[in-house]
T-cell receptor, first 107, second 121 residues
Framework: DIQMTQSPSSLSASVGDRVTITCRAS??????LNWYQQKPGEAPKLLIY???SLQSGVPSRFSGSGSGTDFTLTISSLQPEDSATYYC?????????FGPGTKVDIK | EVQLVESGGGLVQPGGSLRLSCAAS????????MDWVRQAPGKGLEWVGR??????????EYAASVKDRFTISRDDSKNSLYLQMNSLKTEDTAVYYC???WGGGNSFDYWGQGTLVTVSS
């Protein structure tokens, strides 16, 4: 199975800061990389699909980039409601795998 | 409005069995692949398995951690997805979500609210 890693595992940033989360796959997954946001007690929510496409209804401050093995999720101006855990997920192979998550806190 | 509602969770002893259900509404269920994803308490997301649609002969996929113990099935006439869990282990304790796959990067665009399975003696 393809292994996914994320860095950092957690971060704390101020409102208005630019935040970047990195996701790396153990082999090329072309652009089959999706990002989810999960808040405590809630189901995950799709933010970005196919590495860089913004899901309908998601604020434009979220963006994704990358291809092959290295990907990033960027929040251009962090808002209080962005406090959550973010997961990347590869959908290149039949057996999907998730990254371990990055917890984002607001200072 | 798309809705996915899981049910069937609860407390079960190690070695026991449980069957989860996911009731879908608001979309053409028969057209979609449907997956199960779980999350152990305080941990990350783990993909469990998939049911493909009729066009793909309802074939299934499983994570290595559950293969040969869990079985995924569906009933398109009832718009329902199922997860039969046998030989349960304490490490299967988790919230189990059903999720819909759509064509956008084969991502999960809709998730249920989850149902908690606790495996403990």
């Amino acid at each position: 199975d393809i292994q996914m890693t994320q860095s950092p595992s957690s971060l704390s940033a101020s409102v208005g800061d630019r935040v970047t989360i990195t996701c790396r796959a153990s082999q090329s997954i072309t652009n089959y990389l999706n990002w989810y946001q999960q808040k405590p007690g809630e189901a995950p929510k799709l933010l970005i699909y196919a590495a860089s496409s913004l899901q309908s209804g998601v604020p434009s401050r979220f963006s994704g980039s990358g291809s092959g093995t290295d990907f990033t999720l960027t929040i251009s101006s962090l808002q209080p409601e962005d406090s959550a855990t973010y997961y990347c997920q590869q959908s290149y192979t039949a057996r999907f795998t998730f990254g371990p998550g990055t917890k984002v806190d607001i200072k | 409005e798309v809705q996915l509602v899981e049910s069937g969770g609860g407390l079960v002893q190690p070695g026991g069995s449980l069957r989860l259900s996911c009731a879908a509404s608001g979309f053409t269920f028969s057209n979609h692949y449907m997956d199960w994803v779980r999350q152990a308490p305080g941990k990350g997301l783990e993909w469990v398995g998939r049911s493909r649609n009729r066009a793909k002969s309802y074939t299934t996929e499983y994570a290595a951690s559950v293969k040969d113990r869990f079985t995924i099935s569906r009933d398109d006439s009832k718009n329902s997805l199922y997860l039969q869990m046998n030989s349960l282990k304490t490490e299967d304790t988790a919230v189990y979500y059903c999720a819909r796959i759509w064509g956008g990067g084969n991502s999960f665009d809709y998730w249920g609210q989850g149902t908690l399975v606790t495996v403990s003696s």
